[in-house]
């Protein structure tokens, strides 16, 4: 596999993108802009997002050659200007590597920097499997329990009323009944703040993607947030108000490893209906 040129793998859901994406860039590059009018994001960007998004999903897997420049060019209708600056992104993102003679490899999963805000989102965008979902859980579990053990040690009184106030947003919209996503994102990022730890406060802008992703998978699309695990927030944030903080961070690890197993279940679920879907070449999915 390791140096073959690939080309889009020609599924109903590529065909979908594909096509789309032509009409898109098509119009943009026929107007002569650098800018996407209707979403005001540079043409480049927009490639480099496809592109993105098509690596990860394995339609050009690790070790692989891009098409040529020449193909990339008339896929996206874009100069060979706008296609050396997608590049340039997703280089900079340690997703592919260029070689004078040689064209533009996908570098290894290993290299990947899976930090970086966007290729989380690619990631989640391309049906995360429970292998993904795993890794980013082992990762809270290392970070959010220190996390809300120095806060109940801190308890700097803004960032505790931040989260008190997040957790009240939870409670009024646990049946779904407004943004219970963001409550629930409010929390977990005040609490890394609470830290006084700028590393652990800066972790939560990097997988906010993530965050948000888990909590739409452990609550089935969001609609309302199992009891237990509303009374399980309520723990931890008791235990930092009251600066306990071996007990903030032996609840936060409890509803970390309940939550990893709603993420399972759902997963799970999904998956078979997946299976069970009757197949069509002309579905869109």
Same mark, same amino acid.
């Given at each position: 596999?390791? *140096?073959?040129?690939? &080309?889009?793998?020609?599924?109903?859901?590529?065909? /979908?993108?594909?096509?789309?994406?032509?009409?898109?860039?098509?119009?943009?590059?026929?107007?002569?802009?650098?800018?996407?009018?209707?979403?005001?994001?540079?043409? /480049?960007?927009?490639?480099?997002?496809?592109?993105?998004?098509?690596?990860? =999903?394995?339609? /050009?897997?690790?070790?692989?050659?891009?098409?040529?420049?020449?193909?990339?060019?008339?896929?996206?209708?874009?100069?060979?200007?706008?296609?050396?600056?997608?590049?340039?992104?997703?280089?900079? &993102?340690?997703?592919?590597?260029?070689?004078? &003679?040689?064209?533009?490899?996908?570098?290894? $999963?290993?290299?990947? #920097?899976?930090?970086?805000?966007?290729?989380?989102?690619?990631?989640?965008? @391309?049906?995360? #499997?429970?292998?993904?979902?795993?890794?980013?859980? %082992?990762?809270?579990?290392? %970070?959010?329990?220190?996390? @809300? =053990?120095?806060? =109940?040690?801190?308890?700097?009184?803004?960032?505790?009323?931040?989260?008190?106030?997040? /957790?009240?947003?939870?409670?009024?919209?646990? #049946?779904?009944?407004?943004?219970?996503?963001?409550?629930?994102? !409010?929390?977990?990022?005040?609490?890394?703040?609470?830290? !006084? #730890?700028?590393?652990?406060?800066?972790?939560? *802008?990097?997988?906010?993607?993530?965050?948000?992703?888990?909590?739409?998978?452990?609550?089935?699309?969001? =609609?309302?947030?199992?009891?237990?695990?509303?009374?399980?927030?309520?723990? %931890?944030?008791?235990?930092?108000?009251?600066?306990? @903080?071996?007990?903030?961070?032996?609840?936060?690890?409890?509803?970390?490893?309940?939550?990893?197993?709603?993420?399972?279940?759902?997963?799970?679920?999904?998956?078979?209906?997946?299976?069970?879907?009757? $197949?069509?070449?002309?579905?869109?999915?």
């Amino acid at each position: 596999m390791v *140096g073959r040129i690939v &080309k889009p793998k020609t599924g109903a859901l590529t065909r /979908y993108r594909s096509t789309s994406g032509r009409v898109l860039l098509g119009r943009m590059a026929r107007h002569g802009h650098d800018e996407d009018p209707e979403l005001g994001r540079n043409i /480049y960007s927009r490639v480099a997002a496809r592109l993105g998004q098509d690596i990860v =999903a394995g339609v /050009y897997p690790p070790g692989t050659l891009l098409p040529t420049s020449a193909e990339m060019c008339a896929r996206f209708s874009v100069s060979r200007t706008a296609l050396r600056e997608a590049y340039s992104i997703l280089s900079a &993102k340690a997703l592919i590597v260029a070689r004078p &003679k040689i064209g533009t490899r996908v570098r290894p $999963k290993t290299e990947w #920097n899976l930090l970086d805000s966007e290729v989380l989102a690619w990631h989640l965008q @391309a049906t995360p #499997n429970e292998h993904f979902i795993d890794d980013l859980f %082992v990762l809270r579990q290392m %970070v959010e329990p220190a996390a @809300a =053990a120095l806060a =109940a040690t801190l308890r700097p009184p803004a960032i505790v009323d931040r989260i008190a106030e997040a /957790y009240g947003r939870m409670e009024q919209f646990k #049946n779904g009944a407004g943004d219970l996503i963001g409550a629930d994102l !409010d929390f977990h990022t005040a609490i890394l703040e609470a830290s !006084d #730890n700028r590393f652990l406060a800066a972790l939560g *802008g990097l997988i906010h993607a993530a965050l948000e992703a888990t909590f739409r998978l452990s609550w089935q699309g969001a =609609a309302r947030i199992q009891d237990a695990r509303l009374l399980q927030h309520g723990s %931890v944030f008791e235990a930092i108000r009251e600066g306990d @903080a071996e007990r903030a961070r032996a609840a936060m690890a409890e509803l970390l490893r309940d939550s990893i197993g709603d993420v399972r279940d759902y997963l799970s679920q999904r998956d078979a209906g997946l299976r069970r879907r009757p $197949k069509s070449g002309d579905e869109v999915l």
